[in-house]
């Protein structure tokens, strides 16, 4: 059975720097691409990133560009979200997801994990 799970949520000030981590087990999930989506309370679920299999494509949702980047373990059944520059409404339960699909990884995967809590206070 697919299971992804995250670490690395938490409170950090405005300007300040997260890295969120998932990890892919089961199936062939940890050789899918990766990438994570994000819901703030009252808000739909929305993209945020996504990497390839290889690592060597990645996509990013506008208003994240230039200060998220996403990345995969040398395992690459991990998948890491460094964010910098982070601001009041990056906040939001942040979820990695799976899919053997880039496209429909980026719209609606198949396999998510549970989500953790990221708070950027002003």
């Known amino acids: 059975q697919a299971q992804l799970v995250e670490s690395g949520g938490g409170l950090v000030q405005t300007g300040g720097s997260l890295r969120l981590s998932c990890t892919a087990s089961g199936r062939t999930v940890n050789n899918y691409p990766l990438g994570w989506f994000r819901q703030a309370t009252g808000k739909e679920r929305e993209f945020v990133a996504a990497?390839?299999?290889?690592?060597?494509?990645?996509y990013y949702t506008n208003s994240v560009k230039g200060r998220f980047t996403i990345s995969r373990g040398k395992a690459r059944s991990t998948v890491f979200l460094q964010m910098n520059s982070l601001k009041p409404e990056d906040t939001a339960v942040y979820y990695c997801?799976?899919?053997?699909?880039?496209?429909?990884?980026?719209?609606?995967?198949?396999?998510w994990g549970q989500g953790t809590q990221v708070t950027v206070s002003s």
């Open positions: 997801a799976a899919d053997p699909s880039i496209t429909t990884l980026r719209t609606k995967p198949g396999y």
């Open positions: 990497i390839s299999w290889t690592g060597i494509s990645t």
